[in-house]
């Protein structure tokens, strides 16, 4: 167990058994925030915005508004829908997908306070259907009176704010406190902390979480220095997540990978918190295959050469396809939500959408018209696995199956 796992589950463990009281405690250790329990829960609906905060312009209001029509407009269209299946007559089979009950999304608020990733937490939600959500927010900023998270907030119908942050937040949304039910399902991006806990969480029954979250990263691949400006902008920008991320950029073009590592090697190393690097292949075909290999949380296709390889990409979190298409797009308004898989998650697992916010389950109707011959084949291989019992009960129904069947 690591460091960060001790921490983690000393907080969990402390705030399943003191509650709340832990949870304000632990805000006073790691943020320097005095909170009483009265400050731990606000309704943005009950707030004004400061005079003397920061403003609602237009400009921001309409940026706001833009986003959640687009963020809105994806997850309404890709929402999963039930369906229905009639293998045979007597077999009415069904695929349902109905809304989680109650949701907790985490929205980071540390050094730079996200408030796009509540737009892309918050839309998915309420598209999925899901009534009932309540978002985390760090008090290290206060927001409780900023105009501009206030809109967005009263625009997304949130009507419950958690002013905790880290581990403890999301320990107090999987526990609950007097006053506050626990939450069904943890959404949202985080720092390790707040990813380890939302993994302990899970691993101890109590939520259901939506990605495994690490450290931003991206992967660009081109061969076209025309796209230099643009490609170098995507690296800085990914590099600018914080001390963790990594951008790396792929091309089986020297000169390009030259050009690249000459201007990196320019940089002040102070002005970047990530790190980026340059890999060269010999062909695109090895290119695809590093890209398929780390799939990396965004992958960038940039000229002819490189976008022809969307088609054979199997693993990434988001592919942004033509140098228009940059992740910074993706981050704010392009519509799919930008909390996605890092560190090679993306192999096996997809980014936060509709889905997420959903469960799937089936239906199964059997009539007395279904055909003997599908309970005999169903009893035939639990004679087989040695289950009598589940045997019989199949034999009990193809006999009462006959029985009505030659009664009518």
């Given at each position: 167990?690591?460091?960060?796992?001790?921490?983690?589950?000393?907080?969990?463990?402390?705030?399943?058994?003191?509650?709340?009281?832990?949870?304000?405690?632990?805000?006073?250790?790691?943020?320097?925030?005095?909170?009483?329990?009265?400050?731990?829960?606000?309704?943005?609906?009950?707030?004004?915005?400061?005079?003397?905060?920061?403003?609602?312009?237009?400009?921001?209001?309409?940026?706001?508004?833009?986003?959640?029509?687009?963020?809105?407009?994806?997850?309404?269209?890709?929402?999963?829908?039930?369906?229905?299946?009639?293998?045979?007559?007597?077999?009415?089979?069904?695929?349902?997908?109905?809304?989680?009950?109650?949701?907790?999304?985490?929205?980071?608020?540390?050094?730079?306070?996200?408030?796009?990733?509540?737009?892309?937490?918050?839309?998915?939600?309420?598209?999925?259907?899901?009534?009932?959500?309540?978002?985390?927010?760090?008090?290290?900023?206060?927001i409780r009176q900023d105009a501009r998270w206030l809109y967005a907030l009263q625009k997304l119908r949130i009507h419950e704010v958690?002013?905790?942050?880290?581990?403890?937040?999301?320990?107090?949304?999987?526990?609950?406190?007097?006053?506050?039910?626990?939450?069904?399902?943890?959404?949202?991006?985080?720092?390790?902390?707040?990813?380890?806990?939302?993994?302990?969480?899970?691993?101890?029954?109590?939520?259901g979480i939506d990605v495994s979250a690490g450290p931003s990263e991206v992967m660009i691949i081109s061969t076209m220095g025309d796209?230099?400006?643009?490609?170098?902008?995507?690296?800085?920008?990914?590099?600018?997540?914080?001390?963790?991320?990594?951008?790396?950029?792929?091309?089986?073009?020297?000169?390009?990978?030259?050009?690249?590592?000459?201007?990196?090697?320019?940089?002040?190393?102070?002005?970047?918190?990530?790190?980026?690097?340059?890999?060269?292949?010999?062909?695109?075909?090895?290119?695809?295959?590093?890209?398929?290999?780390?799939?990396?949380?965004?992958?960038?296709?940039?000229?002819?050469?490189?976008?022809?390889?969307?088609?054979?990409?199997?693993?990434?979190?988001?592919?942004?396809?033509?140098?228009?298409?940059?992740?910074?797009?993706?981050?704010?308004?392009?519509?799919?939500?930008?909390?996605?898989?890092?560190?090679?998650?993306?192999?096996?697992?997809?980014?936060?959408?509709?889905?997420?916010?959903?469960?799937?389950?089936?239906?199964?109707?059997?009539?007395?018209?279904?055909?003997?011959?599908?309970?005999?084949?169903?009893?035939?291989?639990?004679?087989?696995?040695?289950?009598?019992?589940?045997?019989?009960?199949?034999?009990?129904?193809?006999?009462?199956?006959?029985?009505?069947?030659?009664?009518?």
């Open positions: 167990m690591n460091d960060v796992q001790k921490t983690v589950t000393n907080i969990l463990d402390a705030i399943q058994a003191r509650g709340i009281e832990a949870a304000l405690s632990y805000t006073s250790l790691y943020d320097g925030v005095q909170l009483e329990p009265s400050d731990v829960l606000w309704d943005p609906f009950d707030r004004m915005p400061a005079e003397d905060g920061p403003p609602l312009t237009s400009e921001i209001q309409e940026a706001i508004d833009f986003a959640i029509d687009r963020i809105g407009r994806f997850h309404g269209e890709t929402r999963p829908q039930s369906i229905e299946v009639a293998p045979e007559p007597g077999l009415a089979l069904e695929e349902r997908f109905v809304p989680m009950g109650r949701v907790g999304l985490y929205v980071p608020n540390g050094e730079y306070p996200l408030l796009s990733s509540l737009l892309m937490t918050a839309v998915p939600a309420r598209m999925a259907g899901v009534k009932d959500i309540v978002v985390a927010v760090s008090p290290q900023r206060a958690v002013n905790l942050g880290g581990a403890q937040a999301v320990g107090i949304l999987g526990y609950g406190f007097d006053g506050f039910l626990p939450v069904d399902l943890i959404a949202g991006p985080g720092n390790a902390y707040v990813t380890q806990a939302k993994e302990e969480l899970r691993r101890r029954g109590q939520v796209y230099f400006d643009v490609i170098m902008e995507d690296l800085l920008a990914q590099a600018e997540h914080g001390p963790g991320a990594v951008g790396v950029f792929v091309s089986w073009n020297p000169d390009l990978a030259d050009r690249v590592e000459n201007y990196l090697a320019e940089l002040n190393p102070e002005s970047l918190m990530g790190t980026v690097r340059v890999i060269r292949t010999s062909t695109r075909e090895e290119a695809l295959e590093m890209a398929n290999t780390m799939a990396p949380e965004h992958l960038g296709l940039m000229g002819p050469d490189a976008e022809s390889l969307l088609d054979a990409v199997r693993t990434a979190g988001a592919v942004f396809v033509g140098p228009v298409a940059g992740q910074a797009l993706g981050d704010y308004v392009a519509g799919p939500s930008h909390v996605l898989p890092t560190g090679g998650a993306g192999r096996f697992q997809s980014g936060l959408s509709t889905r997420t916010f959903m469960r799937r389950f089936s239906v199964i109707r059997a009539a007395p018209t279904l055909s003997s011959k599908t309970l005999e084949m169903g009893a035939a291989l639990a004679a087989l696995e040695g289950l009598q019992h589940h045997e019989a009960s199949l034999r009990l129904r193809i006999k009462t199956l006959m029985t009505s069947t030659e009664s009518r």
